[in-house]
């Protein structure tokens, strides 16, 4: 199995799991074919595989070829895999994420945070810490202040790691 095989199989399996998997291999397979073709041939239900072309579809990682049937006057959908845009999704999604953790990374620099040692997930920047007077909204216990330079650190890591991965 090629990288681009499990490229695509992580993100089908993103957007429907197994049956997704399934309908992938089976349109990798066909090559082309309506959605019909594909629920017979990887045997998921007609109305599966139609959700799961349709997401594939909207982020671009298949395509429809729109066919009258001449005897009915419906029209037929022909689908096919696009593999060659399966490197901008990845990267979009990518951007996406390094956005986020841009977002989050400032707002760790910028705030101080103070933790409850009883509830240890109560965790609250400065400006809510102050409004109770530095007491746990939970249960009354003083707030203590939380030294957050190990999550900077992470958050730069990862930061690092996909601005490398976006760069090449």
């Known amino acids: 199995m090629s ?3 499990e490229e ?8 429907g799991g197994d049956e997704a998997i399934t ?8 090559g082309e074919g309506t959605d019909e073709i594909i629920a017979n041939d990887c045997a998921v239900r007609l109305n599966t595989v139609r959700k799961v072309l349709y997401k594939l579809y909207d982020h671009g990682l298949v395509s ?3 066919v009258r049937d001449e005897k009915t006057g ?6 096919r895999l696009q593999p060659d845009q399966l490197d901008a999704f990845i990267r979009s999604r990518k951007k996406r ?6 977002t989050r990374l400032d707002y760790e620099r910028n705030h101080t945070f103070f933790i409850c040692k009883t509830d240890i997930d109560m965790r609250v920047p400065f400006e809510e810490a102050m409004e109770t007077s530095f007491k746990c909204a939970k249960c009354g216990n003083q707030l203590e202040s939380l030294e957050n330079a190990e999550i900077v650190s992470v958050l730069e890591s990862k930061i ?6 976006l760069s090449r």
Do not use: N, Q
């Open 3 to 5: 990288v681009l095989d």
């Open 74 to 79: 419906w029209f037929i959908f022909y689908w």
């Open 64 to 66: 429809c070829t729109r």
């Open 23 to 30: 309908v992938i291999k089976s349109l990798k397979k066909l």
């Open 160 to 165: 690092e790691r996909l601005e490398a991965e």
């Open 97 to 102: 994420a390094l956005d986020k953790l841009k």
């Open 8 to 15: 695509l199989i992580k993100i089908a399996k993103l957007f």
